[in-house]
């Protein structure tokens, strides 16, 4: 074991988010790298081990299904932080901004008068063959006109530099509660890199999460009853579920716990009786949120729900129906949705995409497929992709064929050079994949967006999987001022 | 403080397992002990045992005879048998599973840590060499919980819930083994019998650990009615029936809602109070309704607890909801 040596770095012509060229930190990485390679071998093994500890103790885990049962695993992490200067980080973060309030009004439209498939923006046959489009919610007007309160977007960076959006979440996105307990192991791991007041905090997202939860009570009064609904310690984001409700301070509930009259009201079962629930910060998939409205199996849910919502009675965050955007062939239109109803160019660019319903591109995505990555329109965390230039030629046959059958479902990208960052390896810094999802609230107040987000890491070399599910791991996500003040 | 009335549920549920493993596993030492002290061919045997906890039936479908092997397997380590020490801490842990973010960490931590150090121990066999460590590991364990609850959970909805539970539990277990054991000991027409009578009230006391501070409280001979009136109507022994219902109208006073729940526990507890306990002594018949009504008016009790507090799935009946209406 040996110091930790920059010049021995060796990004191997990917861009490193925190070193230049061998030896050659970035300027907001700076302070970090010399505090690394200022310590002995003994001591980065220390704090390894004290970033372990605090993962153990703090009970950080998430739950991974494996051979039919479930269990907890330990929150794997990277003690050496992913850094971000503050400049670069305000214009992601005005994109972010600009991506969701298009996103919204697109999902309004589409429930209301369709405008954007009349004027010709987007094809009708992408509206048809939806899967999450839910025609249970035409017509409705959530509060403030907002259907995805929470959105998680995935940002890579690509081999020149540039930032991409990869996809964004508007269904039930999770990984919060992970970038919060990320930055509380970094602070007791290393403390001496706080003291500089560059590194901008990140806790502000509980309480406006709470605030713009609050802010869509249907009951106008101080004090609404606001309630995470979970689908229970099964889930995988169960951790998450418990965690927010602890940090807001309101009830975790499930299905059970709630129940909808005949006055469309929801209450919650308590020991003092029924309750009156306002807004229902709700972590259950819409196919299983309402028995009565969509899948009549669901034990999750609650019947009456939908009715309630429709009545105005409840508010649910997110909307139901606001899927119908978190989908991969609606993703490549957004830079165009942006112009639609903003007029604005977009600020963040999507990474390059190929439509298989498009007779052009499926053309060219069959011919290619060694050098793309394939998406289904509706699956998320990583399941269901091919990774062109990895796969068998069984595996690439395999997915032609289900291109060709259903081609509204598939969509290909070209392999992106992802960005790396130093991960420890045996006390030695080596590069790795990473990408970032930030989380964007959008409220009465407009929108926030959290201070970087999620920074996920591929632990196995070479890999671009990044997903915790499938073996990728996580970092602090630092955003640093930098020049001098 | 809202508190969810199925996370009210389960807590409940989880102190009553805990403190039914720990009664059966006290009554199993207890009673192995004693049976190394009865003559050759004594009637009273392990079969009484299995009548206390209330498994005859299940265990005849699973089991030929009763005798020390099989009763000790059925009632410690069977999964078969709902009424076993493994299937209660199971059950203890499955309750706090899906609320184990309302109570201290630690608590979670040593349910997890009892169920699985207790399952190993019983896989590995329960032979008489064996037997009495895995009792004590068990009394210990649940101990262990008793005490962490009792010294880091705040005081609101989730302690009173399971105090509830415990106390309940307990005296439901305290009536069990006086029914089944008295059955034995107040027949007077075996004379075999009488020179064990003093053994057997002290296993008695024993199996509550209630035989020092019995002595404590009596100091004269060991005798059936000093026996039931300690462990009936004392009022400062924590195993009686008597403090037991105490507790748990103490528990019911601070939570709302409370009229019929309280009013059952006091009716129950006024039975006890006016108990003729020399009476009852003197016929085994007298005994046996008094115990059944006291088993009834905890039936009762647990009943008003349930539909006042915990959720009710199927008959909801508008009754509630317009009570609730009206609370909105």
Sequence with gaps: MSHVDWQQYDCAGFYDELVATPGMPREAAKMLCDVLAGFAPDELEERKNAAEIAIRTMGITFTVYSEGSMIDRAWPFDIVPRIIPADEWRRTEAGLKQRVEALNLFIDDLYHDQKVVKDGVLPAAVLEQSVNFRPQCVGIDPPHGVWAHICGSDLVRGGDGTVYVLEDNLRIPSGVSYMLENRNVTKRVLPELFASGKIHPVDDYVPQLYDMLAGMSPRHWDDPQVVVLTPGIYNSAYYEHAYLAQQMGVQLVQGPDLLVDDDDVVYMRTVQGLTRVDVIYRRVDDAFLDPEAFRKDSVLGVPGLMRAWRSGKVALANAPGAGVADDKVVYAFVPKLIKYYLDQEALLPNVPSYLCMLEEDRRYVLEHLHELVVKPANESGGYGMLMGPQASQAERDAFARLIQENPRNYMAQPMLNLSTTPTLFDGRPEPRHVDLRPFILSGQDGAYVTTGGLTRVALVKGSLVVNSSQGGGSKDTWIVETGED | ?328
């Excluded at chain 2, 805990?18 to 045997?45: C, F, K, W």
């Excluded at chain 2, 103490?250 to 006091?266: D, I, M, N």
């Design chain 2, 1 to 328: 403080m809202l508190m969810l009335s199925r996370v009210a549920e389960n807590l409940y549920w989880m102190a009553r397992y805990i403190e039914r493993a720990e009664d059966t596993a006290r009554l199993i030492n207890v009673s192995s002990h004693l049976m190394l002290d009865m003559p050759y061919r004594q009637p009273l045997g392990w079969a009484a045992m299995v009548d206390i906890t209330g498994g005859a039936e299940v265990f005849e479908t699973l089991y030929d005879e009763p005798n020390d092997r099989n009763v000790v397997q059925f009632l410690c380590a069977d999964r078969r048998y709902s009424g076993s020490i493994l299937s209660a801490l199971a059950q203890a842990r499955e309750n706090l599973r899906t609320t184990r973010d309302v109570v201290p960490r630690e608590v979670w931590e040593e349910i997890n840590q009892l169920y699985m150090t207790a399952s190993a121990h019983a896989d590995a066999g329960l032979g008489p060499g064996r037997r009495e460590r895995f009792l004590k590991l068990v009394i210990r364990g649940c101990q262990t919980l008793i005490g962490l609850i009792e010294g880091t959970l705040s005081y609101g909805g989730s302690r009173t819930f399971m105090m509830l539970g415990r106390q309940l539990e307990r005296a439901d277990m305290i009536t069990r083994i006086i029914d089944v054991r008295s059955a034995n000991l107040l027949q007077r027409d075996s004379d075999e019998i009488r020179p064990f009578e003093h053994l057997q009230w002290m296993s008695v006391l024993k199996s509550l650990t209630a035989y020092q501070m019995y002595r404590q409280h009596v100091r004269c001979r060991v005798r059936a009615t000093d026996v039931l009136r300690f462990l009936v109507q004392d009022s400062l022994f924590p195993r009686s029936v008597s403090r037991s219902l105490k507790d748990s109208i103490r528990a019911l006073r601070s939570l709302p809602r409370h009229e019929r729940a309280l009013a059952t526990a006091t009716l129950v507890l006024a039975d006890v109070a006016e108990a003729d306990v020399r009476a009852l002594v003197r016929s085994p018949e007298a005994l046996h309704d008094f115990i059944d009504v006291l088993q009834q008016g905890f039936a009762e009790l647990h009943t008003a607890i349930a539909r006042t507090y915990f959720p009710t799935l199927d008959d909801l009946g508008d009754g509630e909801l317009l009570a609730a209406s009206d609370q909105a």
